[in-house]
């Protein structure tokens, strides 16, 4: 559940924190006192588009935090924020945060790591099922309805074993079209992934040789300029009589009269003794130096000509000698496969064979359980809209299979193949009239009272534990109002629910009322929300239904109380 949101410098809010209740939580309030401020900051936070315009009048930035209880919402939450490289949950609590200044930054965070707005995204729509005046609209989508369909008949796992099928079936299927090309194009591609596969193998590459060659071919070019600083250094040795080495006899003979005269001075004799020996070694160490330094300009020209080669590879395959050797892999296995065409066409046809008839086979079982669905589905709405105010109306499900597998048949919802199925949900709202497709009914308040009893049958089987309506009940009043309350309460058995309205019946159903108000501070205007007592929920109640007189007052109390009962 959604338990805090956070609002700094949105539109009319300065600072505002909302703490969310379990159950229903209603939020109502004046025509433009800011009641839709609260759903554009959670819109934000879940990763839509920034409307900088929203920006609070002189503020630099805005920022947006949420933090959620998900619960049982752990096991599919906690790979996924794996899979994006965030922090895990700690003791179930997801924080999630949005910021965006008036420069154009824009920065998102989850659990306090960096975080991209497509993980925003990815992320709220396993948290949050948002439904405002137009969301509805999704339910005129055959795709949409097929998912609500399969939800309410627990098929998730059918349709998944079914996309796998078909997945199979796609990489088989391109496998296969990458070798059925025609002759001539079938030798080019033979003779270009030979000559790469000779040139990668015959330069017999390993990964790590390229700074050794270039380090060897640095001395080797530079041998000459090492051999002259060496025997210069050697020279300054002991090359002549001002060399190092000859001064230091000159003073160790002197050291040595100077221990003769004074015995204590021996220390002094033992160091000059170290330093000789020191520069003894240097000398030694110089010379064999010298001795390995290769004036060869043969070997010059071995390593100038192998740092050609890999130079050539790398601008052909690859930015290190590591990608080409994957690239020449890669490639054998290519011609590998096209010089075993035939046999190749052969393993990859079987293989299809098999997958199509798997495949045939769980699209029939789908089907089937499918029909079986529906007729359920279509009581259990039906019977939801009469509680809505559609005495005599009914939800009829139009149902076709297509005959083939092939991919052109396959409905695909999301870019995930579903079945063989195509469903259109269809709406008789009148005795007498035939049932008509969603998309062909008018009234936006008839569409959105079919999607509260669709939400309503399926709040036990739907997982996402946070259901927001913006004023899905426009258009509705009298007694359907009181059961689009009732429909909230039920909902908020199984899920939090979080709701706009300026009905009071559908606010009294409420576990939670919130009210917004417009001030003005300090000459700005600013929005405020905050939970309301008892007391102060029959006034609200009162000023929803028009008025603050007895009358009101007593039919905001019987609401209240009303709500009481069991719904």
């Known amino acids: 559940m959604l338990t805090t949101l956070r609002i700094k410098n949105l539109a009319l809010v300065a600072d505002l924190t909302l703490e969310l209740r379990p159950g229903c939580n209603v939020i109502s309030g004046e025509t433009g006192a800011g009641k839709s401020i609260i759903i554009g900051a959670l819109n934000l936070v879940l990763g839509e588009r920034a409307d900088r315009t929203l920006l609070r009048a002189g503020a630099e930035s805005c920022a947006v935090e949420a933090a959620f209880e998900i619960g049982k919402l752990v096991r599919s939450l906690a790979p996924l924020l794996e899979e994006l490289g965030l922090e895990p949950c700690e003791d179930n609590q997801l924080v999630l945060k949005r910021v965006f200044t008036a420069g154009g930054a824009n920065r998102q965070f989850v659990n306090g790591s960096p975080a991209t707005l497509t993980a925003l995204v ?88 390229e ?91 071995q390593l100038e000509e192998r740092l050609n080669v890999i130079h050539s590879l790398k601008r052909k395959y690859g930015a290190s000698l590591a990608a080409v050797i994957s690239f020449g892999d890669a490639a054998k296995a290519k011609l590998h496969s096209l010089e075993q065409r035939d046999a190749e066409l052969a393993r990859l046809n079987g293989a299809l064979t098999k997958v199509n008839a798997e495949l045939s086979r769980v699209g029939r079982e789908l089907t089937a359980a499918r029909r079986k669905v529906i007729p359920k ?49 269809q709406f008789a709202p009148n005795p007498g009239e035939p049932a008509r497709p969603l998309r062909a009914i008018a009234s936006s308040g008839e569409l959105a009272r079919v999607m509260l009893a669709l939400k309503t049958v399926l709040a036990a089987e739907d997982e996402i534990p946070v259901l927001v309506f913006d ?35 559908v606010a009294a159903a409420a576990d939670t009322h919130f009210v917004v108000t417009k001030q003005v501070r300090d000459g700005r205007t600013i929005s405020d929300i905050q939970p309301l007592a008892a007391k102060q929920r029959v006034d609200e109640l009162a000023r929803m239904l028009g008025g603050q007189g007895e009358a009101a007052r007593k039919h905001a109390e019987a609401l209240l109380a009303n709500r009481l009962l069991p719904a």
């Open 122 to 209: 990815a992320i709220g729509e396993l948290l949050v099922d948002m439904h405002g005046p137009h969301d509805h609209q999704s339910l005129l989508h055959p795709a949409k309805q097929l998912a609500i369909l399969d939800a309410f008949g627990g098929l998730t796992a059918q349709v998944g074993a079914f996309a796998e099928l078909a997945r199979r079936r796609a990489t088989l299927e391109a496998e296969k079209a990458a070798l059925i090309v025609d002759e001539r194009t079938y030798a080019q591609q033979l003779d270009l992934l030979r000559h790469q596969v000779h040139e990668i193998t015959a330069a017999r590459l390993r990964a790590d040789e």
């Open 211 to 301: 700074a050794e060659v270039e380090a060897e071919h640095h001395r080797v070019s530079n041998s000459a300029r090492l051999i002259e600083l060496s025997q210069s250094a050697l020279g300054a040795l002991d090359g002549d009589e001002a060399s190092l080495l000859n001064q230091l006899g000159a003073l160790g003979r002197t050291l040595q009269e100077l221990q003769r005269v004074d015995p204590a001075t021996r220390p002094l004799v033992e160091t000059h003794e170290q330093a000789v020996s020191t520069l003894r070694d240097l000398q030694t160490d110089l010379s064999r130096y010298v001795e390995r330094v290769d004036l060869d300009p043969a070997r010059l020209a």
């Open 377 to 425: 589905l279509t009581k259990a709405v039906t019977r939801q809209l009469q509680d809505l105010g559609f005495q005599q109306s009914e939800l009829d499900v139009a149902h076709s299979v297509s005959e083939s597998i092939d991919q052109a048949h396959l409905p695909v919802a999301n870019h995930k193949v579903t079945g063989l199925d195509t469903v259109e949900f």
């Open 471 to 505: 004023e899905v009940d426009a258009n509705v009043g009298g007694e359907t109002a009181n059961a689009v309350g009732d429909k909230m309460r039920q909902i908020a058995r199984a899920r939090q629910v979080l709701c706009i309205t300026h009905l009071a019946p």
